[in-house]
């Protein structure tokens, strides 16, 4: 079987939840789908699949609908059918708080750092080895404030103009690491400025 690259945008399904924080992940697979003519998207499992390739190497797009905090029983299903090492083939893009609004940081591997999305995929995949994008979604400067209601909740217009062009460098970013790698990724894309470092 050929060697897939597998990039999953987290998110929640339903329309209810378009254009949230919390589904920038889904916004940036969106992206990677018109800027690729990827096709699909067809059903797999519990997730939405799109197939097609990016710099020239064959990858697979993954929308999961398990909603956030089972992110990771769709992406070890697609993992384990495609054969997939996920230190090498595997990138999952999420939202994060504790990046400014715009703010985009690849790692190769860490901690979830609070995401649940990507504690869940930790959890099934039995390992924290694999590469993430995070996409900042605001400073949430009051630690008090409902987290909940934050990640659910909606852009303005100036921060969605914003977001979309955090979107378009990160679609860029995912690229990049397919042709390139990580490392290279890394050093183009991270933008200086955050307001904290979620902890790796």
Known sequence: MDT????????????????????IGFDVIDSLIDRYHISGPARFGQALTGKGVIAGRKVILV????????????????????????????????DDIDLDEGVIRM???GSAGGHNGLKDIIRCLGTDGFSRLRVGVGDRSDRRADLAGHVLGHFSAQDRKV???AVDRAAQAVACYIEEGPDIAMNRFNTPRARKETAE
């Open 4 to 23: 897939f690259y597998i990039i999953v945008g987290l998110g929640n399904p339903g329309k209810q939840y378009d254009g949230t924080r919390h589904n």
């Open 63 to 94: 929308k999961p609908l398990t909603y956030m905090n089972r992110s990771g029983e769709a992406v070890q299903n697609i993992v384990n059918f495609y054969k997939t090492d996920p230190s090498t083939h595997l990138l999952v893009i999420s």
């Open 107 to 109: 790692r190769k591997k």
């Open 163 to 165: 977001m979309d062009e």
